[in-house]
């Protein structure tokens, strides 16, 4: 593939700054298992603080489904479930990780990747009908920025925390593309907000230019007390932990004299800006968007024959195959998209047009 | 610390060669998983290789507990069991990682870390004593060199193997310092050798020069259809997985002309030969090695203020405190341990003596 | 409750000749576990025999909930999933017993409890679309007669089947009253059938006349190894397990001279009977069933008051509250149900209405 | 076998009262699932009081391994361990049921089939040297009477329970043959006293004249709110609930008047008379016990000529081979064990040892 592609936002390696910094530290001799060396307790303390949470631990995982089978396992005992979107990443895409931890998925019907508080009610009632002789839901785990590159509001953000509250349940904020959630145009949800609601949340760092790596800002104290333990025992735990604590100081560190952005934060508005110029171009072009994203995924319904050239040349992911003949694609812009590799797919889009 | 550590084997970062790779090639795209990039292709044909098995399955994950219960699960169905040594890293050191995947450890009294055919045999008779009441053992777990720093002979590795064989059971060999053992001297078991008698084995990287990873090469046909499946399921699947790739290439691939010996030998090498450095220089001061190790691990009885000077000085883990007062004492070099370091130790040693 | 109470087909112990069973062999002195004892013994004899399956395994568990755990578990690997329709006993009534065996239970979009090729086969080209990434479907569990009364036709089983056959799944039927779908009038499914197709069926018979038990057919080799072991791992072994020998052997012996119907058969037929009775009754009255139940369990969709009534009076429980404000009413019929009983349903019936 | 067998406890039916207190509720229609119906209710207030518990939670399982993986997977979080002697029920005679749960078992190496304060002790040493490195240990699991029939005094009991709660583990106290401790010469622990210090515990009543079922009684709130759900989960859970509770409430109802013993004490005191003539029977002909029981269970220590003769003709279990080549035969005695019956086995002793 001469083109870039752009199938998803983890096929590059690392920003160079990560690569720089991992380099610069390479001969140090540190602890192992993130277990108190100065690159992950720094790290911890930016956490903390981008999350205003200064009472939170604060864990580094190396991927997304390590980081979200610790999580809902801990915050469930053996009998309970977690509520879920039908689409979740837990649902679909995570081989029954959370199954194989013993614990129940309880998918809602909701088709566009939100949990609604409708739904959510329809599932807690069903599984409190019969006491004891069901599962029993305590928990709801969301994506933001969603599985379908949608931003939560703080309005249905707040609903649905409301709703938990009100039923027992805890919220459990899987963050892999958190980042493009929250500096995404029209984004009106603070990560203080979220993680003030939050049991657990996650910080993505393997879609938004490290190397590998999730932070995981947890307040729940059932979860404080379960983490290290499950973390090990589950296989996620890294040996040489400082790495991850170096890739995320890196990443959150402010710049010099604290006035500039933290690189997280610009890896991820770029990844949003070309996917922006993308949306925009298909769109004036006349394709249509198949979900309203403000985020590096653009999902679009085109012709089979158009989604099959897309997908030749720049890598994207058929998404769905709709019953009309059409396909969804789905594009996928990453800190390292350049403009021009934009302007390669708006070509090419300009000629199926024709 | 101004002084080298001698706390463990994965304290540094990574070999130099290692990190210039993951740089080399920081930009470039591939498809994620390690399913199907090029550097992951070509560090299964390495291992593949090295191994002499054409035909055996090359995984890669991204630390050791990972791969033991991937594995261990894979191998077994839920009723079955593991026969290992009391100290096995998998009976003490991985949380019950094992258990947690719903298997049962069945460890022997064997107290020196190697599992012997007769301990193995007693396990055996009791658990299959009364049919289905027991847990059925169809596995061995051994690791080599072992967690004393031992190393497993051919003759002795045979026997283990004929009984198993024998007795329906698979072996698994935890190969974390797999290279350390088979370039030690005296060393006449070939991977070779134990790759044609195991059921699956890893090579680790995590603790020879990598900045994580180990290689897994599966033979056993029912592991082959588990292990992708599994990896994922337990979390255990790295999203860049060419990251892996890049670093069993670099360590495996065979120097310029094909003459040389490729990084990973030459990384234990350094790695053991600083260790017998080590170890002939406290014997000859009168120092008393615990075990016999021809491995980058060495275990010292030392009185307790000498022990806790050792461990003030060089980091060195206390690895027991025997009734009479003393300390049994680990010292552990790497590929990054300096002539130097081990002559700062011996310097301390014979003070310490006077 | 002065009347009798159509709350289910379990709220007595068990039919006289079961108890004088029970009573007559009550000293002998036998194994345990139904390993080997003589009732055991024959008991399996007369399983294989209906069956036709003269080389099956047969065993016994206590309860339902037992029987389903194990099978499903024994014929999946960790990863594997099981479809299922929406309502399915396993998915919604047994508090995660699946998942707490690790394996992940997969719901299709079918809401008359019959599980549809069509659903079947999307939900295996979701699950089967990225490989590894997703829980691989390998067992269709369904119930006959179903959780609202219905009965496989032999078109529609045999029409899974074959789907099954073709993509690799086996096929388990949940029997908990399959005495009542093969004696309801219309049934043209033979038990032989089923079991010439299933990898294994339960006959259940805590819902028909016994204390308790349910009698295990297993004709797959994967579960005939597994079932005695994960038997007693997930506590379903019973020590006493003559008394299910009895029980069945009770149960299913032919009366002397061989010529009449097995105590098993009538005792459902009964149930059938009366249920038929009951059903006519309120269709003739004016009630509108909620399905097509040729079985002991009936279900009326009535307005609330009514249904509060029936539920007061008759112990019924309320299946569902519909948005019309509705409610669906269940009555379920037993081999004790008196036909005096059934009269006075009828009579309150007829009060109602006027 | 004309003559009685002293295989085990559990090879007869039930105490005929038993028999006639299920004949006389037989048509009775209850609610299912133990969830209330009087006979159940009326167990337990039974228990709570013979416990002298009043808030304790009781429940009802079929049997003794559903209890035990109960009690042991609700007082542990996922990476919490067990700590039981090497012989323990759960160690070795459940086929990994706890493993099953994801739980793991920590066996000390007591080999008198009681746990040791020092043994506990240098397990929870051993397992929290590392911190989440290990499987912390939160429970303490230990029988009463004791798989080798020993019965624990106060003395050895407070002694363990104190450690166990300076050192943050609760007790689990299985007493599938508490009965048999309860009313053996000797003995001065008082049910009372166990229920006063354990977490839970449980009254066997398979060992003692019931046709099944064990009483659970709950102290512990996380456990009280983790056993209904597990009990479902499990598959532990009898649709005719009740069965247990008339079982239960026969055993333990006092007599008329209140003056008599309850059935329960009266069968384990029974079968513990004819152990003890058994046992003084064979010391006086000269015959060498190898365990101090003064419970239903007697252990002897006979050449292996004798012990084939013992077992022919009585059904007695090798215990173990000794390396002498002597055998370590059983005999067990149960409620419905007749003196005639003893008698035989010393004839036949007298006649061996001529």
């Excluded at 708006?346 to 199926?352: I, M």
Aim: include cysteine; proline fraction near 2%.
């Amino acid at each position: 593939m001469a083109r870039q592609s752009f199938r998803n936002d983890y096929s590059e390696g690392a920003a160079p700054q990560i690569l720089q910094a991992l380099e610069a530290t390479n001969l140090e001799q540190t602890v192992g298992y993130t277990e108190g060396d100065p690159y992950c307790e720094r790290a911890r303390e930016l956490v903390r603080g981008v999350c205003g949470q200064p009472d939170a631990m604060v864990e580094f995982c190396v991927g997304g489904t390590s980081a979200n089978l610790i999580c809902v396992n801990g915050l469930l005992r053996d009998w309970e479930g977690v509520i879920c979107a039908a689409d979740a990443h837990i649902n679909v895409h995570e081989t029954g990780a959370v199954a194989a931890t013993g614990r129940t998925v309880l998918a809602t019907r909701d088709d566009d990747a939100f949990v609604s508080v409708a739904e959510a009610e329809r599932v807690w009632r069903r599984q409190t009908s019969t006491g004891r002789h069901m599962t029993l839901p305590r928990l709801i785990y969301l994506t933001n920025s969603t599985e379908f590159g949608g931003v939560w509001t703080r309005e249905r953000f707040d609903a649905l925390c409301d709703w938990a509250d009100a039923h027992g349940c805890c919220v459990y904020v899987d963050g892999a593309r958190m980042a493009n959630a929250l500096v995404a145009e029209g984004n009106d949800l603070s990560l203080r907000h979220i993680a003030s609601r939050a049991a657990a949340l996650t910080l993505g760092g393997t879609k938004n230019g490290l190397l590998f790596g999730e932070a995981v800002l947890i307040t729940h104290p059932r979860l404080k007390e379960a983490f290290p333990y499950l973390q090990k025992e589950r296989g996620g735990l890294l040996a040489k932990g400082r790495l991850l604590g170096v890739q995320f100081q890196t990443a959150l560190e402010g710049e010099e004299g604290g006035e500039g952005e933290a690189l997280y934060w610009r890896l991820a508005r770029h990844a949003n800006e070309r996917a922006a110029e993308l949306r925009r171009g298909l769109v004036e072009l006349g394709y249509e968007a198949f979900s309203n994203s403000p985020t590096n995924q653009q999902f679009f319904t085109v012709p089979a024959a158009t989604g099959e050239r897309f997908c030749e040349e720049f890598g994207c992911e058929v998404f769905d195959r709709l019953d009309d003949g059409r396909w969804v694609v789905r594009f996928v812009c990453s800190w390292a998209t350049e403009r021009e590799s934009v302007a390669e797919v708006l070509e090419l889009a300009r000629a199926l047009k024709r």
